[in-house]
């Protein structure tokens, strides 16, 4: 991905030439994988009458322990292929109405330009394509006997919440193996330098809405959530204020200032973390940030480098939700 989006940035937006290429490669890719969710789903209904009995893992969020145990969802394998397929499609198709909807309304060619490269290498590593195309019949489900002593066994309730049904019976894993497992889970925790977390924190911005936080969020130290970009001084702050789309960009917000971030901090145009949230109409950060940050009428009516206020900018932007969010949390 890194290679794409350095390339990405180098395109010339305002080239009608440059942008029309983009389109075109880009409804190719697509109509191409949509004939892939077509052939994926009928395969699938193939599988719809196997009621062999698995265990599905559930996915862990973002605030989560990740040394706590691991939680299976029980369900016949017929239904776990029906579920991966409809989370194919859907993520597929949101894709696209996200992609091209900053395209149309904002004119953004990144996401074009990344979809056409990264699109059909995430259908290649997709287990429903794997299957639909080279048989591979792995959905990443268990049998019971698979199950160990520390996995738990749930099922989801109407109302979200989780009713725990028991443990595996299986034995727990053998010691060497667990310590091999922390090991890897050490390399992977590995922080990175100043230069290459500025690197992380600028592809996320590129990513927008589409942006898979979780990298840039188990990269933030006490050290890291004070750091700014060389050239235009943006903090991580900054940036998870922008991200309104991105899915846990407001556990990213609270994590920053947990770890002391400086809510107040100005980038070289003299935007705060709030001015960002103003511009970018991201009335739920703003919420947060007043809550949380310490913030009052003096922050909100600190001018930036062009003297705008954050109520002038959600009023240019059309944003004015963000400052009714504003008002409310301080009790304006």
Wanted: charged share 25%; with cysteine; glycine share 8%.
């Amino acid at each position: 991905m890194l290679p794409v989006m350095l390339y990405a940035r180098k395109l010339d937006s305002e080239d009608p030439q440059v942008v029309l290429y983009l389109r075109v490669a880009y409804g190719v890719v697509q109509v191409c994988m949509i004939v892939l969710i077509l052939i994926c789903m009928q395969k699938v209904s193939s599988k719809a009458a196997d009621t062999t009995a698995v265990y599905t893992e559930k996915a862990k969020g973002f605030m989560d322990d990740p040394n706590a145990p691991k939680k299976y969802i029980k369900s016949t394998r017929g239904a776990c292929y029906s579920n991966k397929m409809t989370e194919f499609r859907n993520s597929t198709v949101m894709g696209i109405c996200m992609t091209v909807g900053l395209h149309y309304y904002k004119g953004m060619v990144m996401g074009l330009c990344m979809q056409c490269v990264m699109a059909p290498f995430n259908a290649y590593e997709n287990k429903i394509v794997k299957f639909a195309l080279f048989g591979a019949e792995d959905m990443g489900e268990k049998l019971e006997a698979d199950l160990t002593k520390d996995d738990l066994i749930i099922e989801l309730l109407p109302d979200g919440t989780e009713n725990v049904l028991g443990k595996g019976k299986g034995e727990s894993k053998a010691p060497a193996i667990e310590d091999k497992e922390k090991n890897d889970t050490k390399k992977k925790d590995k922080k990175l330098s100043k230069s290459a977390f500025e690197e992380l924190l600028l592809d996320t911005w590129d990513q927008a809405s589409e942006a898979d936080l979780s990298p840039l969020l188990s990269q933030l130290t006490v050290s890291s959530v004070k750091w700014t970009t060389s050239e235009q001084s943006w903090t991580p702050l900054m940036v998870l204020c922008g991200l309104s789309g991105a899915p846990g960009f407001e556990d990213g917000i609270r994590k920053c200032v947990e770890l002391g971030a400086d809510v107040k901090a100005a980038d070289k145009d003299g935007w705060t973390p709030l001015h960002w949230t103003a511009f970018h109409g991201n009335a739920t950060a703003a919420k947060v940030l007043c809550e949380i940050g310490g913030l009052g009428k003096e922050d909100i009516e600190k001018k930036d480098g062009e003297g705008k206020t954050v109520r002038t900018l959600a009023e240019e932007e059309k944003n004015m939700d963000v400052w009714q969010a504003i008002e409310k949390a301080l009790a304006l």
